[in-house]
């Protein structure tokens, strides 16, 4: 009884300081202050972060393979060069991604095994083919697009080392974009079967591309924490327009046609798109995309046959180590 | 299963002559060797650096965040450490 009545005021006592202390996290939110990985934090902000970080880990690791595909296909040496580039700047993002979240408490260890087991997810656009050249290009110019407009916000994300991490991989994705709109540029001023290329990838890529932004504000589960703690300051819908409004435009230098048929420009200016197939959506997070099987089998495959790689790597320290000690004895 | 995780390192970059080493980020490797070439790899390819450091994670003692007040108030304090709590006479100019 003693032992038990005593548990209960501590757990009391934790709850009022956990209400002070968390006030007093809101507040150095409030007042624009970055949070370090040695301050005190809710449990609730440490979780949710170490998700939206690993998860954009694995999505820049995940994205290295429909780019991958085509490095060793890509027409000119120049631009398989770009494309080389381009993949190792994604696996570097995902580092510096996974070393964010790794500053929460969670090992790298254990955040790839969570991916490689299913239980952590990556961007839904990652689960769609690259099936010809003119993918590459959509992708540079779309998908990193989209990713540049989620991105620049999170650079004043109030978590210090998120913030940190996006601010060099922003530096990085505009050379990504541009390759892209350059690939699609030469495509589109090509011959009529190129510029038919260029269309059939724009057709394919486009909504996948707009639910990038996630659900839309009425249903999204995570925003209204995450907003108040200053980890994401524009809502989906807003981010979505915003990267509509400026493809638009860039879409029509090409003379190429958005695949919505239903698309006005309102009197502000911003070009209204149709509603989007949010079943394909859930479809695709659940596992049932084109490609999803596909990439988590070649995940699962590079962990493994990397296994031997890490070993070594670990027992070579590991003698040296003991090298050094037995020396040291002498 | 039974392979530990992999070290913790802190990486250092000079970026021009005359600079300082300036912490860019971590990164996990077996051993100094492995973890200056991952340096290099992810921190410098586009010519950010002249320099690297790697250090152990490990050997980096921090001072406590809780006790930044402490830590730090002898500092706020003292104004007149700065240049600009001098006044000097408008005709003698700039100094």
Known sequence: MYTQALNTAETDDRGLEDAARAAQFQARID????????DWMPAA???TLTRQISQHAHSEIVGMLPEGNWITRAPTLRRKAAL????????????????????????????????????????SIFNYPTLTWADIGTIGWLVDGAAIMNQIPLCRCSYGPYARAMIRVC????????????????????????KAMAQDALNRWWWPV??????????????????????????????????????????QYLGLTIPDPGMTQDADGHWRYSEIDWTEFKQVLAGNGPCNRDRMAARRKAHEEGAWVREAAAAYAAKRA????????E | ??????????????????????????????????????????????????????????????????????????AE???????????????????
């Open chain 1, 31 to 38: 007042a624009e202050e970055r949070i370090e990985p040695n």
């Open chain 1, 45 to 47: 902000y440490r979780k």
């Open chain 1, 84 to 123: 080389l580039a381009k993949v190792q700047d994604e696996c570097g993002h995902g580092l510096y991604l996974y070393a964010a979240a790794e500053t929460l408490g969670s090992s790298r260890e254990e955040l790839v095994d969570a991916m490689l087991a299913g239980k952590a997810k990556y961007s």
């Open chain 1, 171 to 194: 530096k990085e994705e505009s050379f990504h974009q541009r390759q892209g709109y350059e690939i699609m540029v030469m495509l589109c001023r090509g011959s009529e079967e190129q």
């Open chain 1, 210 to 251: 707009l639910m990038m932004f996630g659900p839309p504000d009425a249903t999204s589960q995570h925003s209204d924490t995450s907003t108040r703690w200053k980890i994401k300051r524009f809502s989906n819908d807003e981010l979505r327009q915003k990267f509509v409004d400026a493809t638009v435009p860039q879409a």
């Open chain 1, 322 to 329: 003991r090298r050094r000690t037995a020396q040291a004895a």
């Open chain 2, 1 to 74: 299963m039974a392979t530990p995780n992999t070290p913790l390192w802190e990486v250092f970059i000079r970026s021009r002559n005359g600079l300082a080493h300036k912490h860019v980020g971590s990164l996990h490797a077996n051993d100094a060797t492995m973890a200056l070439q991952a340096a290099r790899d992810i921190y410098t390819r586009r010519g950010e650096g002249l320099s690297i450091w790697v250090v152990p994670s490990s050997a980096i003692t921090a001072s406590d965040p809780a006790e930044k007040g402490m830590m730090f108030e002898p």
């Open chain 2, 77 to 95: 304090s003292k104004i007149y450490r700065h240049p600009t709590f001098y006044e000097v006479p408008e005709e003698v100019g700039h100094m």
